[in-house]
């Protein structure tokens, strides 16, 4: 297949997963700076702190709030190092689709590689952190992927592979 779109191609999964990080870390920032500093005002105002489960709630919340932002922005800085050009052509990597073949028969399946905290999972979507994204990472077509599951070990052949650079 030719490739269409050159190294921009994966852009848009990758900005319209940043922007909604980028949505979400906004509003914990709010929340963070505004809505909780006002809920453990209000709280201590109540007077003793010591049996103060409004107290206590808003600071669990805060904790929560800040270690998910932590993780937001780690998230984020990570894809924005994500250099498309890096993904190889004409093997499974990020965005890709793959059309496999179990060896043992059955009807071909199709994945698509996703990030783990994707946009929307749809069917057939896998995390690339999955086990059969991580079988699956690498291949070429003609390849087989082995999936080791807890009761099998399944064997898939890559029959058709769609990369980033050619959606």
Known sequence: MARRGGAQAGIPMIEELKRKLAKEAEQLQHELNVTLPNEI????????????SEYKAALERQSFVQARLGHLHARLSKLSSVDPAQIPEDRVGLGSIVVVQDEKG?????????????????????????AIGRALLGKAVGEVAILKLPATTRRLKVVELTTIHQQ
């Open 41 to 52: 005002r209000t709280a201590v105002e109540h007077g003793d702190l010591k049996e103060n």
């Open 106 to 130: 059955g009807p071909p399946e199709t994945y698509s590689l996703m990030f783990g905290d994707a946009v929307e999972f749809q069917e057939g979507h896998v995390s690339m952190g999955s």
